[in-house]
């Protein structure tokens, strides 16, 4: 036993069972979700630990975290700020969004902000794109989709989320 | 039957050329001045900070028609550095023998390395002599730089193939 | 694209129009594939004709048009001349994954296709740094190629603002990854997926920043990452070895056989003279050389990197003669004299020893002067059975290739992967196929998720469980052992049984997993029973083939060489001994104190091995790779190498000192040609009758088209314009008609303390030709031993700690490394990592 599996092993069994025995590689996805949920990322430990429970290489199992924007292999903010700069969403000025946004926050796209409350990143296609510019927000296993935005809304939202955060 | 005029017309040609400026230079206590795009031996050029703009792609060698270039390439470290780039010749040597001056190779080199320069004064007293090797085509190093190869701290020179213009 | 075409008959045949150019095709062929076939080339990134298309690079963007049907009547509209009215689809369709149907047109060079290329061209290259120059697929880079004859030559975006990203990743120690090169055409993730199943690279992220990555440890962890760096259509991935090695242009290409196992595969050697080298030729790289029948498009890494051996510092370059005790330098003449003279004194009493990596030119002279004397000539090996591959051998025309639902493959104590790489490939596709593949084997092996049964039995039992499958075929079995009774008994050998009668070809590998030579030769036998008992001989796609330890043991046994049972008393009693390219001293003590009880002990080798260190004489050959001649592979096809770089000053080939040794005994032997060898064979040995050099050499079209003027196909691997080989007729195929010999089954008995070690191949080896390759010195198995973790528990030794061994007589310090797929009570120990094991012994393990 693994320690992903130690600590789920319930929760494991019961998504294995949905699907067949010589299938069990489609149970990634929602695994990955399980390792992802305590740190906000997932480790390579989980990685290895998965691709073993399935069955298939730890690559194949990196590439899904890869591909998809609401897997993580790296730790950020407790609030993940996801801004689309696909070609729609940049035509309509998220490119600029995204810079004057991290300006006004100080922090980079890719990084944390020192607080360790707010991470930005740049990600692909979010489809939204009439509502463009607009972003994603991961926290506390939540998503949430901002659209239409200004530079002046976002800020407004996420000045909330950190009172929230200092208030805890 | 010779005439004796004929004879003093040609004695009176000689004697008046005695008088006038001569066509022949003392060579080689006076050297004539190349034209502009004379194309002597081979010079291997350095940047101003003392590397080596060759990075041993061998299109000259490829561009050659008298088969007189033979390159040879390693790969540059940090501690031992040649080149900017990830390459540079280890060997590079022109058989001058063989070389007909086309100045092809100065043509196809992509770093501007290879110049042929204003230097005829090429002679041998055996045939092994004739093929210039990498130390002697390469111009000295300026008083301000040093020699190669270099010691550079890690990540100065990221790119394969150095812009073409001095990188610092 | 290849089975299309072969089976044209087979297949309902379409006709389509490309560019003018009618022509008739199987239904399903792809439209770049037909378009190829007549020489028109449409261009392509991600296709490739061994893999399934997936139509991610657009590049092979074409306008195609079906003719018009009347929707109420489906008749065809016609125009007004008479000819069917063509359709064309709106947008540009990808001709790698459009298929061939009837009345198509295609057009490849009209404006819109020819501007689409362009802009495609334009697009792959805003990120492409153009580093040409330093690249070392330059010159033979798809991508240049394309750009020069299908882009415009000038780009819309700046090249300032090229993305950059990491150029020198290494993805394991063999491969390296430019990130900024790669066009993300997933050739190479597809390669690692699809066709060799082992997916330790994979694309992470998306768009731009989509990138290669590895997860495995170590990385790109598979035996066929130099496949990558072929298939690669830009400089993305290159291999460690050849790093800034050549331009493509500046080396000379020598077809050759590769010799580390035997499939056989054919290569091209790629050599240039170099200062690095002290101005010597060397060779560069090892590239592939399409064979479809041996080894198609793909080599493995050992193949690819483990040839540095020729070119070693430590080749012996001149004879030497032991004087007081010590080998010193000597005259040839001089060492030859010597060698005849105690040769002569020998006579019936000179023991010949060759090792399965000569040719066969080699091995003739040597059997033909040993015959002469009157003495034994001995293959060293501990594999049996090349005399029943000679009769019940697959048949002439026999091609994995051709392999599907009819055939059945049964691969018995082998774990294919390691012990012949290519015919692993080659049956997991052919299961691919439908091929019913049955794999017996002790343990799991990579073979076994290819298979539809996984046969289970104990070390020994090999020849037991073959001989199970036959009873349980032919139930007038005599007296056989209560565990073969047991086994026949068993569901799955009994399906396995009835898939292997019932198919209408079946092919049997067996493979030296954990035997010794006298389970080998009752393995093989029990193997040619079952054979015999279903029928499938002497006919192509069936019969037995040996997955024999040297690239060419099977031609030594044609040769006449065998093994033998007990080489300890054969070397202990004879007079001379004259061995060639084998080690035995170097493999086990045991042989080696035997060495050092002959009286005269001749040395014919290309390095000071520990066999040569006890010689009297040692006599420096040539490497194959200086000199021509001719290998058989384990599915009998003689195929010929070419030399490739000079030889060493003043060295023979080694029939050409056979010859040497054999004229100062009065025996004429052929010492310069190795084709007139040839010839003599072909006189001597029947099954070689009529084979010459010339037709060794003969080459025909094979399909998939590759080549290296169009290297956008199948990539740099080479076409194959210096011989194809022939396959040899096995006798069955001669109207030979061999009955079953029931032999007496090994058994093996251990005492209760002991665990049985058991001797298993490993690929990646510290054999003789693989250690110089210092590429690979981190790949290379390190001496160690496989126990099932139970037994590891029981004795409290861990993954990777260091236990001592004590096995024939010798204690060895060796790592741990754990199979649960094992059975109990037995230590996996690999042979040529410098433990001695050559049969199955009993061993103790001690913990330190």
Request: hydrophobic share 40%.
């Amino acid at each position: 036993m693994t320690a992903l599996q130690d600590k789920h092993e319930k929760e494991i069994k019961h998504i294995l069972a949905k699907y067949p025995t010589d299938e069990k590689r489609s149970a990634v996805m929602p695994l990955l979700y399980i390792a992802q949920r305590k740190a906000g990322y997932v480790t390579k430990q989980d990685m290895l630990e998965i691709a073993e429970l399935l069955s298939i290489s730890t690559t194949e199992v990196a590439s899904i975290v890869g591909f998809y924007t609401l897997y993580h292999d790296k730790s950020g903010g407790k609030y993940r700020i996801q801004v689309c700069n696909d070609l729609p969403c940049a035509l309509r000025g998220s490119g600029q969004f995204l810079e004057e946004l991290c300006e006004n926050l100080g922090v980079q796209v890719g990084e944390t902000s020192s607080d360790g409350i707010l991470s930005v990143e740049a990600v692909m296609c979010l489809a939204a794109c009439d509502k463009a510019p607009m972003f994603q927000v991961q926290s506390h296993s939540d998503i949430s989709y901002h659209e239409n935005q200004t530079v002046e809304s976002a800020l407004q939202t996420i000045e909330k989320w950190r009172a929230e955060e200092t208030d805890k | 039957m010779l005439r004796p005029g004929a004879l003093m017309r040609g004695m009176w040609t000689t004697f008046k050329s005695m008088f006038e400026k001569p066509v022949t230079v003392m060579y080689p206590q006076v050297k004539r001045p190349v034209s502009k795009r004379f194309k002597g031996r081979h010079e291997l050029k350095r940047y101003d900070n003392g590397l080596e703009k060759c990075i041993g792609c061998a299109l000259c060698a490829a561009a050659c028609p008298a088969d007189a270039i033979f390159v040879e390439a390693s790969e540059n470290t940090d501690e031992q550095r040649y080149s900017p780039g990830e390459r540079y010749a280890s060997t590079y040597e022109i058989n001058f023998l063989r070389c007909i001056y086309c100045g092809f190779c100065e043509d196809a080199c992509p770093t501007e390395a290879i110049v042929l320069g204003d230097n005829y004064e090429l002679s041998y007293t055996n045939r092994s002599e004739a093929i210039y090797t990498r130390e002697m085509l390469l111009v000295p190093v300026h008083p301000s730089a040093a020699p190669t190869p270099q010691k550079v701290a890690p990540g100065t020179f990221d790119r394969p193939i150095p812009e073409m213009e001095d990188p610092d | 694209m290849s089975e299309l075409v072969k089976n044209e008959a087979a297949q309902n045949m379409v006709t389509l129009t490309i560019d003018d150019h009618t022509m008739s095709v199987p239904e399903g062929t792809l439209v770049v594939d037909a378009a190829r076939s007549i020489g028109l080339d449409i261009p392509v990134f991600c296709y490739h004709p061994k893999m399934e298309p997936v139509g991610m690079c657009r590049m092979c963007l074409v306008e195609i048009g079906t003719p018009m049907r009347d929707r109420t009547t489906s008749e065809p509209i016609l125009e007004d001349d008479g000819s069917p009215k063509i359709q064309f689809f709106p947008n540009l369709m990808t001709g790698c994954t459009f298929r061939a149907s009837e009345g198509m047109v295609v057009r490849g060079y009209t404006e819109k296709v020819t501007a689409a290329r362009k802009e495609v061209l334009e697009f792959l290259l805003t990120s492409h740094p153009l580093d040409c120059p330093t690249c070392d697929k330059g010159g033979e880079c798809p991508l240049q190629n394309l750009t020069m004859q299908f882009g415009d030559g000038e780009s819309r975006f700046i090249y300032d603002e090229k993305m950059h990203s990491a150029k020198h990743v290494a993805l394991g120690d063999l491969i390296f990854l430019d990130r900024e090169r790669c066009i993300q055409c997933a050739r190479c993730t597809r390669f690692q997926d699809e066709i060799v199943d082992d997916q330790v690279i994979g694309f992470s992220n998306r768009g731009r920043a989509l990138e290669i990555v590895t997860f495995s440890d170590p990385g790109f962890d598979s035996y066929w990452s130099g496949n990558t760096t072929d298939i690669c259509p830009v400089g993305a991935l290159t291999t460690a070895d050849f790093r800034f090695g050549a331009r493509p242009w500046e080396m000379n290409a020598s077809a050759s056989i590769c010799n580390h196992c035997a499939v056989g595969c054919n290569l091209t050697f790629n050599t240039r003279r170099e200062v690095k080298s002290g101005g010597e030729k060397i060779i560069k790289r090892v590239m592939p050389r399409q064979n479809e029948a041996v080894n198609e498009i793909w080599i493995c890494d050992k193949g690819r990197f483990a040839y540095h051996f020729t070119a070693s510092d430590q080749r012996l370059n001149q004879p030497l003669i032991r004087k007081d005790g010590k080998l010193v330098p000597s005259s040839w003449e001089l060492a030859l004299d010597l060698v005849t003279s105690r040769f002569k004194n020998a006579g019936e009493n000179l023991v010949t020893l060759a090792g399965g990596r000569l040719s066969n030119e080699d091995l003739f002279n040597l059997a033909e002067l040993s015959a002469h004397l009157g003495g034994d000539a001995l293959l060293y090996s501990d594999m049996a059975g090349g005399d029943l591959v000679s009769r019940l051998g697959v048949g002439e025309g026999t091609n994995f290739s051709d392999m599907g639902p009819e055939t059945a493959i049964l691969v018995v104590a082998c774990n294919l992967e390691e012990e012949a790489p290519l015919w692993w490939l080659r049956i997991k596709q052919a299961a691919e196929r439908g091929a019913k593949v049955i794999v017996a084997n002790p343990r799991k092996t990579k073979l076994d998720r290819s298979a539809i049964h996984n046969l289970r039995y104990e070390y020994g039992q090999e020849a037991g469980l073959v001989t199970a499958l036959l009873s349980a075929i032919s139930p007038k079995q005599p007296k056989s052992p209560a565990f073969v009774n047991k086994l026949a008994k068993d569901k799955e050998v009994k399906a396995a049984a009835k898939a292997l009668s019932e198919a209408e070809n079946t092919v049997i590998l067996f493979g030296s997993e954990g035997t010794s030579y006298a389970a080998s030769a009752a393995l093989a036998q029990a193997c040619a029973n079952l054979l015999i008992a279903s029928g499938h001989i002497g006919r192509p796609n069936n019969g037995l083939i040996g997955v024999w330890d040297k690239g060419n043991a099977q031609g030594a046994w044609d040769m006449g060489l065998r093994p033998s049972e007990d080489l300890d008393a054969a070397l202990k009693t004879s007079q001379a001994v004259y061995i060639s390219a084998a080690d035995p001293a170097g493999d086990s003590k045991q042989y080696a104190s035997a060495l050092k009880k002959a009286d005269f002990v001749v040395v014919q080798e290309l390095y000071m091995t520990a066999t040569a260190e006890l010689a009297d004489v040692v006599l420096p050959a040539q490497a194959f790779t200086e000199r021509e001649g001719t290998y058989t592979s384990g599915e009998r096809r003689v195929q010929r190498f070419y030399p490739a770089v000079p030889s060493l000053p003043d060295l023979l080939p080694d029939f050409g000192i056979t010859a040497e040794i054999a004229g100062r005994l009065g025996l004429e032997l052929e010492k310069t040609a190795p084709a007139s060898v040839m010839l003599q064979i072909a006189e001597v040995v029947p099954d070689y009758a009529e084979l010459t050099y010339q037709k060794l050499a003969k080459v025909e079209k094979q399909f998939p088209l590759i080549g290296r003027e169009d290297v956008y196909y199948g990539g740099t691997s080479y076409q194959n314009s210096q011989g194809l080989g022939v396959q040899l007729k096995p006798a069955a195929q001669n109207g030979d008609s061999p009955v079953l010999v029931i032999t007496e089954l090994p058994e093996v008995k251990l005492s209760g303390e002991e665990l049985l070690a058991v001797p298993v191949t490993r690929l990646l080896d510290l054999g003789n030709t693989v250690t110089p390759s210092e590429v690979l010195v981190t790949r290379l198995a390190k001496p160690h031993v496989a126990l099932h973790p139970q037994d590891a528990e029981k004795l409290g030794v861990e993954w990777g700690s260091k236990v001592k061994l004590i096995l024939n007589g010798s204690t060895q310090t060796v790592l741990v490394e754990f199979d649960n797929s094992m059975p109990h009570g037995v230590v996996l120990v690999p042979r040529s990592l410098g433990i001695p094991i050559i049969s199955p012994t009993p061993a103790t393990i001690k913990v330190l």
